[in-house]
């Protein structure tokens, strides 16, 4: 009976690290995304990532995604939101970034996906 309560007080230990390393990850990988959107995304998202970027005002039809509402016309999925940023939407002024490395496009969505209130 020992060795079962040592064996799952083991893996509950194990468990909880990885979570933190999991949660401390996380928070890096946002901090990098968040550095991206500033270089790349802010002069139409705008700064709170609202939708409301300086470049916003000109541009006509489909207006910039409010990340804050968290609500995404093309796919509410990371793998969907991915697509979009890879590939960008033809017809609308969201442009294809597929020059941004992998990493740094999941890291991007981390951090867009963080903005939600």
């Known amino acids: 009976m020992k060795l ?5 007080l083991s893996l509950a230990l194990i468990f909880s690290l ?4 999991f949660a401390e990850d996380l928070k ?12 790349n995304c802010i002069a139409c998202h705008g700064d709170k990532g609202d939708g409301r970027g300086p470049a916003a005002v000109a541009i006509p039809g489909t207006k910039p995604r409010n990340f804050i509402e968290g609500k995404y016309k093309y796919g509410e999925t990371s ?15 969201m442009p294809p970034w597929a020059s941004l490395s992998e990493k740094d496009r999941w890291a991007v969505i981390a951090y867009i996906k963080s903005l939600k209130k």
């Open 28 to 39: 890096l990988q946002i901090e990098s995304g968040k550095k991206i959107y500033r270089e």
């Open 79 to 93: 793998k969907e939101i991915f697509k979009t940023l890879t590939e960008g939407v033809p017809g609308t002024a």
């Open 4 to 8: 079962h309560y040592n064996f799952y």
């Open 18 to 21: 990885s979570l933190n390393v």
